[in-house]
């Protein structure tokens, strides 16, 4: 049975303004007292696993070491078939250290254009640690397809080129309301709700 979070301050192992917004947004429900990493002047650990949830744990233990409180992490990123799913977990360093994600779209469009097959999915792995080491993790996927130009300014990362399967707009199109109904990091979240903060 996975362990309850018991409520009170939480952080976010993260430094990317987008990716704290959305779990924030996604966390509100439940009266958590969110900080980010950044916030705290937590330093980022070197990402050394070679999965989502690897990554994910090795955030999640850094900041709650660091902090001393329970910290979520998130590792996510694109999957490309045809590209043997690249970027996958390199997708954050294909942006480079100035985090440009047009750059990191356009390379993965070049990438693309001899291949018929722009089949796609999101990953996002959440791992919930606490200070004695004990950590929760869980991971959701959403297939979907890679347009031939970034499409809409809301969300962040690959979010303009990525159509989910079903969908007329990409997630840079979407309003948050719609892609959090929907998303890689939604359904991970579900997970985590129903089994560590007693909801669905």
Same mark, same amino acid.
């Given at each position: 049975?996975?362990?309850?979070?018991?409520?009170?301050?939480?952080?976010?192992?993260?430094?990317?303004?987008?990716?704290?917004?959305?779990? &924030?947004?996604?966390?509100? /429900? =439940?009266?958590?007292?969110?900080?980010?990493?950044?916030?705290?002047?937590?330093?980022? /650990?070197?990402?050394?696993? &070679?999965?989502?949830?690897?990554?994910?744990?090795? #955030?999640? +233990?850094?900041?709650?070491? *660091?902090?001393?409180?329970?910290?979520?992490?998130?590792?996510?990123?694109?999957?490309?078939?045809?590209?043997?799913?690249? /970027?996958?977990?390199?997708?954050?360093?294909?942006?480079? /250290?100035?985090? &440009?994600?047009?750059?990191?779209?356009? #390379?993965?469009?070049?990438? +693309?254009? !001899?291949? *018929?097959?722009?089949?796609?999915?999101?990953?996002?792995?959440?791992? +919930? *640690?606490?200070? &004695?080491? $004990?950590?929760?993790? =869980?991971?959701?996927?959403? *297939?979907?397809? +890679?347009?031939?130009?970034?499409?809409?300014? #809301?969300? =962040?990362?690959?979010? !303009?080129?990525?159509?989910?399967?079903?969908?007329?707009?990409?997630?840079?199109?979407?309003? !948050?309301?719609?892609? $959090?109904?929907?998303? $890689?990091?939604?359904?991970?979240?579900?997970?985590?709700?129903?089994?560590? =903060?007693?909801?669905?």
């Amino acid at each position: 049975m996975a362990r309850h979070f018991a409520g009170g301050k939480l952080v976010l192992a993260s430094h990317n303004p987008g990716k704290v917004r959305e779990i &924030d947004d996604l966390l509100a /429900p =439940f009266g958590t007292d969110v900080v980010s990493a950044g916030a705290l002047g937590l330093p980022e /650990p070197e990402e050394t696993e &070679d999965s989502f949830i690897g990554n994910a744990k090795l #955030k999640a +233990l850094a900041a709650t070491r *660091a902090s001393n409180l329970p910290a979520l992490a998130d590792d996510s990123g694109l999957a490309v078939h045809a590209l043997d799913g690249a /970027p996958g977990i390199y997708s954050a360093r294909w942006a480079g /250290p100035s985090k &440009d994600f047009a750059a990191a779209m356009a #390379k993965v469009l070049k990438l +693309l254009r !001899p291949a *018929a097959d722009r089949s796609a999915e999101f990953v996002c792995a959440l791992a +919930l *640690a606490w200070p &004695d080491g $004990h950590c929760e993790c =869980f991971e959701g996927r959403i *297939a979907g397809t +890679l347009v031939d130009a970034s499409r809409g300014t #809301k969300g =962040f990362g690959y979010d !303009p080129i990525f159509l989910p399967v079903g969908g007329t707009l990409t997630f840079g199109e979407m309003e !948050p309301e719609a892609k $959090h109904a929907i998303s $890689h990091r939604a359904l991970a979240f579900r997970q985590l709700v129903g089994a560590c =903060f007693g909801g669905t």
